[in-house]
């Protein structure tokens, strides 16, 4: 029995009591449906030596081999992994095209008595539709920038926003990082087809008919690219500006970058990354706060000498029109409360 993907809200309410990708872990890290669960019945190691043996050997050798291979891994799959599932069960299974590793594991579990279904096309389909939704496409929905200088607490606001109620897209959450030369949270980004999955199942969260909150970004964060159809989005998408002044934000900078101040090597070696830009004295001068621990005022020479120029060179050429104008204050909890609430009110 073979299921025909049409669009992630389809999926899921196609029934489906687990998904499970039984390619390789290599294929699942890159990339993989929305809520798959990984039971790959050929490893990394195990896939690259049947393909070399179907291409410099013999196709029925390498089928051979895969084949054992396959009923081995999937019985582990189902001593270790499966056993629990009543005779109700109905998982989705695919692999790269709905091809044999997929079919050969759903025909087992079948064999069982579970209702098991292969994805007609297997992790392909998605793809398309992730490279239709993103690049062949414009987004369904309207976007609003959440912009202003760096400090002004805009991804803390995103979050209250949206647990307002407010329809959000936090880019740097999905991209697992912070957007500017500090760089990564914690953990490695994901890859740029695994990034592209999670806009497209945020995206399918969303109400049309309402406004998504974004904050304004360059067209990269860190390694990841933002695809087409989001970044034509943003960047003619109206502006809600927060503002805040330099000692409040150099306040909050250095709280919320509390761990990047802790790790001193780390964080030298990033400041030193800016001596092109910056020129060897002002880095220089910035090294000397981080070496006495002074994290506010270091905060407060990156704010004057990095960050508000790069962002002023930015908005010089950005023509969109502001909807608000919105001082976020101290940037305290009352105060980011208040200006989520601002926010809010200003998408409609």
Request: with cysteine; glycine share 8%; hydrophobic share 45%.
């Amino acid at each position: 029995m073979g299921y025909p993907f049409t669009d992630l809200p389809s999926l899921r309410a196609a029934g489906f009591d687990t998904i499970i990708d039984v390619r390789s872990p290599a294929e699942y890290a890159e990339d993989h449906i929305p809520g798959a669960l990984s039971m790959p019945v050929l490893s990394d190691a195990e896939r690259a030596t049947v393909g070399t043996i179907y291409t410099q050997e013999s196709p029925f050798k390498a089928r051979k081999i895969g084949a054992a291979l396959v009923a081995r891994n999937a019985a582990s799959h189902i001593e270790t992994k499966l056993m629990h599932h009543d005779g109700g069960w109905r998982p989705l299974v695919y692999c790269w095209r709905g091809g044999q590793r997929s079919g050969s594991f759903a025909s087992i579990l079948q064999q069982i008595g579970w209702r098991a279904a292969v994805l007609e096309g297997g992790y392909r389909t998605w793809r398309r539709h992730v490279v239709a939704s993103l690049y062949d496409a414009n987004l369904p929905f309207r976007v609003v920038r959440l912009d202003g200088y760096t400090g002004t607490a805009k991804t803390e606001v995103l979050k209250r926003v949206a647990a307002m109620g407010g329809q959000v897209l936090d880019l740097e959450g999905l991209a697992c990082h912070r957007g500017s030369i500090l760089g990564d949270v914690e953990g490695p980004q994901p890859a740029q087809k695994g990034f592209e999955t999670a806009l497209v199942a945020a995206f399918a969260d969303f109400d049309p008919q309402r406004p998504v909150l974004v904050e304004a970004e360059s067209a990269r964060i860190g390694t990841l690219r933002l695809p087409p159809a989001l970044w034509v989005a943003m960047r003619q998408a109206p502006r809600i500006a927060l503002e805040a002044g330099v000692a409040a934000r150099a306040r909050y900078l250095a709280a919320i970058y509390a761990d990047l101040v802790a790790d001193r090597d780390g964080l030298s070696r990033r400041l030193d990354g800016l001596r092109t830009l910056a020129g060897h004295a002002v880095v220089d001068s910035w090294q000397a706060l981080l070496s006495a621990g002074a994290s506010e005022a270091l905060a407060r020479g990156l704010i004057e000498r990095h960050y508000d120029a790069a962002y002023e060179r930015l908005r010089r050429e950005d023509e969109t029109p502001v909807l608000a104008r919105i001082d976020a204050g101290a940037l305290d909890p009352a105060a980011l409360d208040t200006t989520a609430r601002a926010v809010l009110a200003h998408l409609g």
